[in-house]
């Protein structure tokens, strides 16, 4: 019964900025490391970055500088700011979840579309 939903995808023109959400529900264990996700078209999915439960958090490269995840535990939710946008930023972002000490809980959204396009 674990939900794990993004919203917040849309079309944005390049140097734009966005703001995605990942909400949390049904869980019956401790949220531990959570992370996002994207895949563009005919591409395998990539790391965009992780947050740990203390708010501790690491991107890939070619986000850094521009994206900035973070979290709010009481109400199991993850956002994702995104600033300067560019045309291969467009994906499909995804939200991923982990159990604080068990790595059997992993969990997965539906994704959200992110187009960034003049």
């Known amino acids: 019964q674990v939900q794990v939903v993004e919203s917040g995808g849309g079309l944005v023109q390049p140097g734009g900025s966005l703001t995605l959400s990942c909400a949390v529900s049904?869980?019956?264990?401790?949220?531990?490391?959570m992370g996002w996700y994207r895949q563009a078209p005919g591409k395998t999915r990539e790391l965009v970055g992780v947050?740990?439960?203390?708010?501790?958090?690491n991107y890939a490269d070619s986000v850094t500088g521009r994206f900035t995840i973070s979290r709010d535990n009481a109400k199991n939710t993850m956002y994702l700011q995104m600033i300067s946008l560019k045309p291969e930023d467009t994906a499909v972002y995804y939200c991923?979840?982990?159990?604080?000490?068990?790595?059997?809980?992993?969990?997965w959204g539906q994704g959200t579309q992110v187009t960034v396009s003049s």
């Open positions: 049904g869980t019956s264990f401790d949220i531990g490391n």
């Open positions: 991923n979840v982990n159990g604080r000490t068990n790595s059997a809980y992993n969990y």
């Open positions: 947050i740990t439960r203390d708010g501790r958090t």
